[in-house]
């Protein structure tokens, strides 16, 4: 991050530019306050899109990536939604079935005129990516596999020890 550090008053849709430019992602800034971006992940592409509302001082970012399931397993995807949602600190997942996409959101509140910090910045696009690598097989599992929605997470969640 030391390349940040006479960036701290930046707009944040600058701060994910300059990221994304050092990380050597591809992206396309849509809008002076929006950004979109590529993050190849171990499970799947991300697509990420950053939105800055003044308004609502808040920096809102969407994690997606392709996921299509089969019509008859929607109910235990659901479900299995709703219970990573409840291990989710921050943000929250979604499921959109027109685009056929599941989406991790996730918005940065910076009410009273705070600024984002290139760290912060830079801790939103590392969570929303792990979380969404972490939770692809539990996603996985439920939708292609037999496994029940809490078996599904706690597989998905476990962490490993030792060494193979």
Not at 28 to 48: C, F, K, M, P, S
Not at 96 to 113: E, K, P, R, T, V
Request: with cysteine; hydrophobic share 45%; proline share 5%.
């Amino acid at each position: 991050m030391a390349q940040f550090q006479e960036m701290d008053d930046l707009h944040p849709i600058d701060l994910v530019q300059s990221l994304a430019q050092s990380r050597e992602w591809i992206f396309e800034r849509t809008h002076d306050d929006q950004i979109a971006v590529v993050v190849e992940g171990l499970w799947q592409q991300y697509a990420i899109s950053l939105v800055w509302s003044e308004p609502n001082e808040t920096l809102r970012l969407v994690c997606s990536f392709e996921f299509a399931p089969p019509e008859n397993r929607f109910p235990a995807l659901y479900e299995t939604l709703n219970l990573a949602n409840d291990r989710c600190w921050s943000g929250a997942f979604t499921y959109w079935h027109d685009q056929q996409s599941m989406a991790f959101i996730y918005g940065l509140n910076l009410a009273g005129g705070a600024v984002a910090s290139p760290e912060q910045v830079d801790e939103v696009l590392r969570i929303s990516v792990a979380t969404c690598e972490k939770l692809y097989p539990a996603f996985q599992l439920v939708s292609w596999g037999d496994a029940r929605p809490v078996e599904a997470l706690e597989m998905a969640i476990v962490e490993g020890y030792g060494r193979a």
